[in-house]
């Protein structure tokens, strides 16, 4: 597709999404991560996807918040590591062309003028979380839990996870997350202000409906210089740390620890 001579809103049809669907019923777009098979992990195709799906909705008037989900039984686990062992490990200078795709994409979804509604429908792992953390709002359905395992795949989670968590939940528990990699139910999540609400499955579509209908009623342009004005604290720490995250983690591709540890997991994935 040529890059258009404007900012004009498109047909999702036109857009030929792989890794996502997209879809635009006014007052709301949806987002909806599409690799089931991978419990939705990250690619280098789905993050660019998002990231224009999210510039997409920015710039059609008819949408006035924008819904992140996921299909199958997960939301999202974060950076798919079968593509990383493929293409990024001994390569850092591919794991920052990678990276800064991931940023864009957090870039894009931050600031596209609108809330966004992450329908946590499943487990939220990793980049997984930080992708939640990173919309306005969350409705997590109450099975599921939020995890990282950055420390035990030899990533640190500073796309998102340690600019935002002690905002979100305060120091000792980021800490306590980050460090000790433990599952983090639906109920503790929302008790710690991690979610903002964790429902039943059957009350997930109820909730994220009646957040749209009640955008909806809200001044486009005040609304969308609130989310500006909200967004201060995350923007400061993200702005402070991702640049010099994207090329500390980088170099890390080319150290033993890392190497070793996303080999293990992998190697353990295939004998399940």
Not at 54 to 62: F, H, K, M
Not at 139 to 155: K, P, Q, W, Y
Not at 192 to 214: F, K, M
Request: glycine share 8%; aromatic share 8%.
């Amino acid at each position: 597709m040529t890059e258009p001579t404007h900012p004009r809103p498109l047909d999702p049809s036109e857009l030929g999404f792989e890794t996502i669907v997209y879809e635009k019923e006014p007052p709301r777009a949806t987002i909806r991560l599409n690799r089931p098979d991978v419990l939705n992990a990250f690619d280098f195709r789905m993050l660019r996807e998002i990231a224009r799906a999210c510039e997409d909705a920015s710039w059609d008037d008819d949408v006035r918040a924008v819904v992140v989900t996921g299909t199958g039984r997960a939301f999202c686990v974060g950076a798919d590591l079968r593509s990383w062992e493929e293409t990024l490990l001994g390569e850092p200078a591919e794991y920052w062309k990678w990276f800064g795709a991931f940023k864009d994409m957090h870039d894009r979804l931050r600031e596209l003028g609108k809330p966004t509604i992450a329908r946590i429908n499943g487990i939220a792992v990793g980049g997984g979380n930080e992708l939640q953390m990173a919309c306005d709002l969350a409705v997590m359905v109450d099975t599921a839990f939020i995890r990282h395992v950055g420390l035990e795949h030899g990533s640190v989670p500073a796309g998102g996870a340690t600019q935002w968590l002690q905002l979100m939940v305060g120091d000792r528990r980021a800490r306590e997350i980050v460090f000790l990699c433990e599952e983090i139910p639906a109920a503790r999540a929302e008790e710690w202000g991690l979610v903002n609400v964790a429902v039943p499955e059957s009350e997930l579509d109820a909730v994220v409906d009646r957040w749209v209908e009640s955008i909806a009623r809200k001044l486009p342009q005040t609304t969308r210089y609130a989310k500006q004005q909200l967004n201060v604290w995350r923007d400061f720490a993200w702005h402070q740390t991702v640049g010099h995250a994207r090329d500390w983690l980088a170099m890390s591709m080319l150290g033993g620890e890392a190497q070793s540890a996303v080999r293990g997991f992998l190697q353990r994935s295939r004998k399940k």
